[in-house]
């Protein structure tokens, strides 16, 4: 992993095993590259038009399992970003570390972030991920007052804002950002999905960030186009009323079936109860003796 001086400042300790580089190093290792491109876990990722409309000075932002986008190593300045859970990283704890450090065996290959967002979250220290140089990123605070409340914020999400925050040089490309379920992949509902897409189209329509095969261009500016005599507000009360009668038609018919799988789901709760405990579980189970 590559170093700067200044990444021997540090919030802990020297050995405790985290490495938490002050704001200052942080610009400094960043400040380099032409563009900070994060790579979602998601098929709306386009490696070919990534590389061929970006320079070799682009550094690409990964996340936890890699092997969700990528099908062999990866040829270019990289690096990993490892999300923490309440038992660690969660690549550590599900002992997945080799597998996904196979992707990044170049010498532009920085290393691993492992960053948590939330308090109940804990870091892994910088031993555990196979002698890989480890930095640690600690955004709860930043996140804390933001997000909405009961829900945790996805890594992409907070790193494109944390990055946001440092003002680099470079430009912030956010790469298959669609917050979309397909038949491979999934979302998981502890995030809020709609906040963080609201959010990141904002940054965008703002020139903060840049956003590639999630959302390139707002569907409803043809609208704008079309009818320029209507002013911006009536076009988002008008697509508001309607989007909230879809809304409501979908309620109805989600009530529905939830009252014709109702005897279908008591069988699986009935079944559930005979399922072994995870490790997660038998973890949290243990911290509270």
């Known amino acids: 992993m590559e170093s700067t001086p200044s990444d021997t400042q540090r919030l802990a300790a020297a050995d405790s095993g ?3 580089p002050t704001p200052e190093a942080w610009k400094a290792l960043l400040s380099r590259y032409s563009h900070i491109v994060l790579v979602a876990n998601s098929e709306a990722v386009d490696f070919e038009r990534l590389r061929s409309e970006l320079p070799e000075a682009a550094l690409y932002v990964f996340f936890n399992n890699v092997y969700k986008v990528l099908d062999e190593p990866f040829a270019g300045h990289a690096v990993l970003v490892a999300r923490s859970g309440v038992m660690g990283a969660n690549i550590v704890h599900r002992r997945e570390v080799a597998d996904v450090l196979r992707f990044f065996t170049g010498d532009d290959f920085l290393g691993v972030v492992n960053i948590r967002v939330s308090p109940e979250e804990n870091f892994s220290e910088e031993s555990r991920f196979n002698g890989t140089g480890t930095r640690h990123l600690d955004l ?7 997000y909405p409340t009961g829900k945790i914020a996805t890594s992409g999400f907070a790193m494109a804002l944390w990055l946001a925050d440092l003002q680099l040089p470079g430009k912030i490309l956010l790469a298959g950002f669609s917050a979309k379920r397909s038949e491979k992949w999934k979302v998981f509902d502890v995030h809020d999905w709609t906040f963080e897409q609201i959010f990141l189209r904002l940054f965008a329509r703002m020139g903060t960030i840049s956003m590639m095969g999630g959302v390139d261009a707002s569907p409803y500016a043809a609208l704008a186009k079309r009818f320029p005599q209507v002013p911006p507000v009536e076009i988002a ?5 309607v989007l909230s009668e879809r809304l409501h038609n979908a309620n109805s018919q989600i009530d529905r079936l939830m009252s014709v799988t109702k005897s279908l789901r008591a069988v699986e709760g009935f079944f559930r109860r005979f399922k072994p405990k995870t490790r997660k579980e038998r973890f949290l189970e243990k911290s509270k003796e």
């Open 18 to 20: 985290f490495n938490f």
């Open 140 to 146: 709860t605070q930043m996140i804390g007052d933001l």
């Open 237 to 241: 009360l008008t697509a508001a009323e």
